[in-house]
């Protein structure tokens, strides 16, 4: 885990409805970000090559922890720039496999008795 990730895919499944490939949808200024998680349970997002808002820094830290006997994974950055202002970025989910070279987190969600999977895979860098 204490290593740089790249985002490289994220599908999503409703209910019997078939995956969809959510990632074409995502900004190639979020394509490009750098996740890494480091072992002090640190978590920092480098914006890669391209930002989304040339406003906001090139890297931002916050806190990563594994649960549930290392099989949740929960990570918050503080994403606002002016003070007493609160927005904040998570990421997490159970981990369906981790390897040295592949991430991959499972969130699920259930409403109306409709079980919504969204399953994200990082690349190590």
Not at 25 to 51: H, S
Not at 89 to 107: D, K, N, P
């Amino acid at each position: 885990m204490a290593k740089s990730w790249k985002m490289t895919a994220v599908a999503e499944k409703e209910g019997s409805e078939p995956i969809e490939d959510l990632y074409t949808d995502v900004p190639a200024c979020i394509q490009d970000n750098v996740y890494q998680f480091q072992a002090d349970g640190v978590f920092m997002l480098d914006e890669g090559a391209t930002r989304c808002d040339q406003a906001h820094p090139q890297t931002r830290t916050g806190t990563w922890a594994q649960s549930n006997s290392g099989m949740t994974l929960k990570a918050t950055i503080n994403l606002s720039t002016q003070p007493g202002a609160e927005a904040t970025m998570e990421m997490g989910g159970t981990i369906e496999s981790v390897s040295a070279t592949r991430l991959v987190l499972v969130e699920r969600e259930t409403t109306a008795g409709v079980t919504t999977e969204t399953r994200t895979t990082f690349t190590a860098q």
